[in-house]
C-alpha cells in the first residue's frame, strides 16, 4: 500500500487496486451466508469514526456499524494502542491461567452488568456466549429444553443456531430440546392486539401457556433477545421483559437475556435492559464489548449458578477463553466508552436525531411502515403501501442499497427494512447527513 493510500484512503490506482483485492477475495475466499457467485462488490481499506472508504478514494457515512459490532467507530486511538501494547507484553497466555488483562476486562464489563451478575466467562464470540450460555443453564437445573423466538438470531454453533429462530435455523436444527414461540410485535402482532399492553400481555400469556404445555419440569431456560435486533430491533413493549421474568421465576426457569447486538451502548444505554430493570440469571455479550478489533464474547452469570460450579466441574471451554488481545481491546474500549459518554452520545443521537429523522421519513414517504428503536438501534420497515403493509419486495430494497452506495451512505438492509444502527460514536451532523441520503434514495424509489 503506497503512503498516499494510508494518509487519505485513496490513491491514483486506487481503483485498479480495489478491483483486484475483489478478484482476489472472490476466488479464495468462502464467505458466510452467501451464494459465492453472488458477492456485494465492496472492499473497505479503512476507517475513522463513523467513515470508511475503499482505495479509489470512496468514502461512506457507516450506518451499519458492520455487523452491528463497530459501536465506537474505526480505529478508536485508545483500543488500537491497548492491542499494541498488549501484544508486546504477552500476546497469547491458556485459559486456566490468571492474566491481568483478563481480570482487568471481568471487572470493567461487570461495572455495567445488573447487580447479581458476579462472574465472566469469556468466549470467542457471540454464538458461543450463547452456546455456552445454554449449557449452564441445562447444568444448573438439571433440565434439557431451551424456549426462545422465531424473532431471533442467535449464532451460528450447533445449539446458538437451533434456538435461532429466523431462517438460518432451517436446515441446521441438529440440537434436541429447542422450542420456539412468537414475542410481540405489534406492527404484525400475530395477536390480533391493537395496542401495545395488549400486545404485551397476550404475547405473555402465549408464552406462559407454551412453558405449562411443555411441562416446567422439562424446560432449563427461557432465552431471550432483550431487544431482537437482526429480526427488526422489536423494541419490546412495556410490561413485556418484567412478565417474561415473572413466568420465568413462577417455573423456576433460568432467564438468559442475549445482549449480543443490543448491549454496550446500541440501545442509548450500558445494556438494553437497563430500560426495564429487568435481572437475568445469564447474560450474553461479544460485539460493542471491544467493538470487534479483536473477536470476544462471553456470559456474565449470577453468584447463585456460578456458586453450583465451586466444587463442580464446569464442563465447557476453548483454547481462546479471555484471549489477551481481546481482553485489552475491552478494557481499553470500555474505559474509551465511559470517559467519552459514548453511550450518553447514542441516546443523544437516537432522541434528537434518528428517532424523529426516521418517524418523519416513515410518516411523509408512502413507502415508510414503521420506525422503531432506541440511541442508534433503529429500523425502518418499507412496505408496498401503509394500509396492506405488505413488505417491500427485494428487488426495490436491492435499489435501495445501490443507491445509498452511490450516495456515500453505507445502509444495513435487512428483508424489507433499513436498519439504522451506526456506530454510537457518531456526531449529529453525521447522522443528518445520513438521514439526508436515506430520503433522497427512499424519494427517489417512492417515485419510481
Ligand atoms: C443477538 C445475537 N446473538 C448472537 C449472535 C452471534 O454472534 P457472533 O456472530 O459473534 O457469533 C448475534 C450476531 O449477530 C446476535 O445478533
Not at 491514483?12 to 482476489?24: K, T
Not at 456485494?40 to 452491528?68: C, E, H, K, Y
Not at 397476550?202 to 432465552?223: D, K, N, W
Not at 447474560?283 to 456470559?299: E, Q, R
Request: proline share 5%.
Amino acid at each position: 500500500m503506497t503512503e498516499l493510500t494510508r494518509a487519505n484512503g485513496a490513491s491514483p490506482d486506487g481503483a485498479a487496486l480495489d478491483a483486484a483485492i475483489l478478484a482476489a477475495d472472490h476466488r479464495l475466499v468462502f464467505h458466510s451466508w452467501s451464494a459465492q457467485a453472488h458477492l456485494p462488490q465492496m472492499v473497505i481499506a479503512g476507517g475513522q469514526g463513523a467513515r470508511l472508504w475503499n482505495n479509489a478514494g470512496q468514502t461512506w457515512i457507516d450506518f451499519s456499524s458492520q455487523l452491528v459490532n463497530a459501536n465506537i467507530g474505526y480505529q478508536h486511538p485508545r483500543v488500537v494502542e491497548a492491542i499494541k501494547r498488549q501484544a508486546e507484553t504477552l500476546a497469547t497466555i491458556a485459559p486456566a491461567v490468571a492474566n491481568q488483562a483478563r481480570a482487568d476486562a471481568a471487572q470493567a464489563i461487570l461495572r455495567h452488568t445488573p447487580p447479581g451478575l458476579t462472574k465472566i466467562f469469556f468466549t470467542n464470540a457471540g454464538a458461543d456466549a450463547v452456546e455456552n450460555a445454554i449449557r449452564l443453564a441445562r447444568l444448573h437445573t438439571g433440565r434439557d429444553k431451551i424456549i426462545s423466538f422465531y424473532r431471533s438470531y442467535h449464532g451460528n454453533t450447533g445449539a446458538a443456531i437451533s434456538a435461532t429462530g429466523d431462517w438460518r435455523r432451517i436446515g441446521n436444527e441438529h440440537a434436541v430440546g429447542h422450542r420456539h414461540v412468537f414475542g410481540p410485535y405489534l406492527y404484525r402482532s400475530e395477536y390480533w392486539a391493537t395496542s401495545p399492553s395488549e400486545e404485551s400481555e397476550r404475547a405473555l400469556r402465549f408464552l406462559e401457556r407454551t412453558v405449562q404445555a411443555e411441562g416446567p419440569a422439562s424446560i432449563a431456560a427461557i432465552l431471550i433477545e432483550t431487544v431482537p435486533g437482526t429480526a427488526g430491533i422489536l423494541v419490546p413493549p412495556p410490561g413485556y421483559l418484567e412478565g417474561v421474568r415473572r413466568i420465568a421465576d413462577r417455573h423456576g426457569l433460568v432467564l438468559i437475556l442475549d445482549e449480543v447486538m443490543a448491549g454496550f451502548g446500541r440501545t442509548g444505554a450500558w445494556f438494553a435492559r437497563d430500560h426495564w430493570d429487568v435481572t437475568p440469571d445469564l447474560m450474553t455479550f461479544a460485539k460493542g464489548v471491544n467493538s470487534g478489533y479483536v473477536p470476544a464474547g462471553g456470559v456474565a452469570i449470577s453468584e447463585q449458578i456460578a456458586a453450583g460450579f465451586e466444587d463442580r466441574v464446569f464442563p465447557g471451554g476453548l483454547t481462546y477463553s479471555g484471549h489477551p488481545l481481546a481482553m485489552a481491546a475491552i478494557v481499553a474500549a470500555i474505559g474509551a466508552m465511559e470517559d467519552e459518554g459514548v453511550v450518553e452520545n447514542a441516546a443523544r443521537i437516537g432522541a434528537e436525531v434518528l428517532g424523529p429523522g426516521l418517524a418523519e421519513i416513515a410518516a411523509a414517504n408512502r413507502l415508510g411502515g414503521e420506525a422503531r428503536g432506541l440511541g442508534v438501534f433503529w429500523a425502518l420497515e418499507l412496505v408496498q403501501d401503509k394500509t396492506s403493509r405488505q413488505p417491500l419486495d427485494d428487488q426495490a430494497m436491492d435499489q435501495i442499497k445501490r443507491l445509498c452506495l452511490e450516495r456515500g451512505l453505507m445502509p444495513s438492509i435487512v428483508a424489507n427494512r433499513v436498519h439504522v444502527v451506526p456506530p454510537c460514536v457518531i456526531t449529529a451532523d453525521e447522522a443528518r447527513a445520513g438521514l439526508a441520503v436515506l430520503k433522497s434514495v427512499l424519494d427517489q424509489v417512492a417515485a419510481g
